[in-house]
């Protein structure tokens, strides 16, 4: 079973279209729309998910669009996407039938 995580601050205005674009994956991909999500500001949260902005997608720990991890928390924004806010879909798409 793949680990696909939503790494996200509170107050992050693209979360929910973060949410949006995986549920559209998921429906693209034919697969059961399933993940968890972490608050990277939370005291419990892996070390491993510091410095992601946010949102961040990871599938197996690795960043949907491939890019490195960054130097600490901050909205996101993505290129070529066509939901803004979110990866992506065909970044998506591609990551979870890998």
């Known amino acids: ?21 995986l549920r559209r994956a998921f429906e693209a991909t034919g697969l059961e729309a399933s993940w968890t999500e972490h608050d990277v500001t939370s005291p419990n ?16 720990g690795v960043d949907v669009t491939g890019a490195p991890k960054g130097e600490g928390a901050s909205c996101r924004l993505y290129v070529g996407t066509d939901l803004p806010g979110a990866p992506p879909l065909a970044d998506l798409v591609r990551a979870l039938k890998h």
């Open 45 to 60: 949260a892996p070390a491993a998910f510091q410095g992601y902005g946010s949102p961040t997608i990871l599938i197996d």
């Open 1 to 21: 079973m793949r680990r696909i995580e939503l790494l996200y601050f509170p107050g992050c205005p693209h979360v929910e279209a973060a949410r949006t674009q």
